[in-house]
């Protein structure tokens, strides 16, 4: 199975956000707000601001910045949902040896970042090439993000263990049956 790089096509910074921090009627009419006010702007996606206009979240995903190495993604306590994805890139960046920081980014922050993705359970991890029409970084895939995207595929796709115990494996009746056949044959 090739492995699929996703970059989006730009984003923007909408300013229409209720603020919520659960799971709520809330926060979909945010995420639809949000992802309705960037189609409506030629945008792929869209990034909303907390009330005190600092970077919040995507519309369905969390947001994580890269400058000079450093990557930071805000906290939780700033008006985002907690992200098992976001939870897994802030485990494995530690662990490749980045230093990370859960603190409030301004939205000027996003502007000069050399890199700039979303996490999230559809989004993975996916490059952003453009906010407000700004070029981020090169306008590709930056060497921080690559290397968190391949560790992570690396062990989704079974190439690296799951020393932490992340994926739960799903067998069809097929592959069960065949399994449990073989286990009998096994011990018999």
């Known amino acids: 199975m090739a492995l699929m790089f996703k970059l ?5 910074v909408p300013q229409t956000f209720f603020p919520s921090v659960s799971k709520s009627t809330a926060n979909y009419a945010n995420s639809q707000l949000i992802k309705m006010e960037a189609t409506l702007n030629g945008y792929s996606e869209g990034i909303a601001l907390d009330p005190r206009g600092f970077v919040s979240e995507g519309s369905g995903q969390n947001i994580f910045v890269v400058r000079d ?3 930071t993604t805000p906290p ?13 890139v802030i485990t494995l ?5 980045f230093t990370i920081r859960e603190e409030t980014v301004p939205r000027e922050t ?3 970042a050399d890199e700039v993705f979303f996490t999230g ?3 993975e991890i996916s490059p952003i090439r453009t906010i407000d029409k700004i070029t981020i970084g090169s306008g590709k895939r930056g060497p921080v993000t690559e290397t968190i995207q391949h560790r992570f595929f ?23 049956a065949v399994d449990s056949i073989d ?6």
Request: proline share 3%.
């Open 76 to 88: 939780l306590a700033d008006s985002i949902l907690p992200g098992i994805t976001r939870d897994v």
């Open 121 to 123: 359970t559809a989004a």
């Open 154 to 176: 690396d062990i989704i796709n079974g190439r690296l263990p799951d020393t932490h115990e992340w994926l739960t494996f799903v067998y069809d009746e097929d592959t069960a």
């Open 110 to 112: 996003l502007y000069i």
């Open 8 to 12: 989006a096509r730009g984003v923007v």
């Open 93 to 97: 960046a530690s662990e490749l040896g």
């Open 183 to 188: 286990a009998v044959a096994e011990s018999g």
């Open 69 to 71: 190495n450093i990557i």
